[in-house]
């Protein structure tokens, strides 16, 4: 909307465009400085790595190559990369851009009031103050998205799935990315060998993602359906 309304230059003013491309780029350079040195040509390294990065970030659910192979440190970035998804009012899952940036704000005031209690310290998005309720509210959201992840994540090594599976499976279903990591639901895995219980573990987990877990965990209180 904000291209439509103004072109790429309006798009690109919008703080949340900027860290996220930022951050986009950087997993980008890194995983393919990573697997250049692992041996890949870097062509193909630039190609695998920014197609990939791209599909983990945003949620689109492809992969062009069995990431899971390229070692333990690619696999822990990409993990840390489903769980950004896009920017505000995208359709993709994820904590969002946006909140991550009010939550380094909000930690950036914190610092700023340990270090100097009597100062006064505003918190600032996008040039507008933030208030302690949108504070409150994001990091309310945060520690419960965590919460539910390590729950989902427990669930399904309780069914025996292996660490990476159960791991990358949770953050992959809460944040609704498509692929996990390892031999069974990674790029050239399938969820198909996985237990029904499993299953089903991981569709309310892709239900409290794309629903943003208020939502749903409103509606599981039964005083809701009281009113």
């Known amino acids: 909307l904000a291209m439509v309304r103004g072109g790429w230059r309006a798009l690109l003013q919008d703080p949340q465009v900027r860290w996220f491309l930022a951050l986009l780029l950087l997993v980008v350079l890194v995983l393919i400085w990573h697997l250049n040195n692992a041996g890949m040509t870097l062509a193909t390294a630039i190609r695998q790595a920014s197609f990939n990065a791209v599909s983990i ?21 990409l993990l840390i990369a489903m769980f950004v ?35 006064v310290i505003l918190a600032y998005y996008n040039r507008r103050p933030v208030s302690n ?19 989902l994540a427990i669930m399904l090594g309780a069914l025996g799935l292996d660490f990476i599976t159960a791991l990358s499976g949770a953050a992959t279903s809460i944040s609704n990315v498509g692929p996990g990591l390892g031999n069974l639901i990674g790029a050239e895995g399938n969820f198909a060998t996985l237990p029904d219980a499993a299953k089903w573990i991981m569709a309310f987990g892709m239900l409290l993602g794309r629903l943003e877990l208020f939502t749903v965990l409103v509606m599981l209180n039964p005083g809701f359906w009281r009113r």
């Open 85 to 119: 998804g896009g920017c505000g009012g995208s359709t993709t899952c994820g904590i969002k851009m946006f909140r991550l940036q009010v939550l380094a704000t909000t930690a950036r005031v914190q610092i700023g009031r340990l270090l100097s209690p009597h100062a």
């Open 57 to 77: 970030m945003t949620g689109t659910g492809y992969g062009s190559a069995n990431f899971s192979a390229w070692g333990g440190f690619a696999s822990t970035l």
């Open 133 to 151: 309720e949108v504070m409150d509210s994001v990091m309310g959201f945060f520690y419960l998205y965590i919460i539910c992840f390590v729950l």
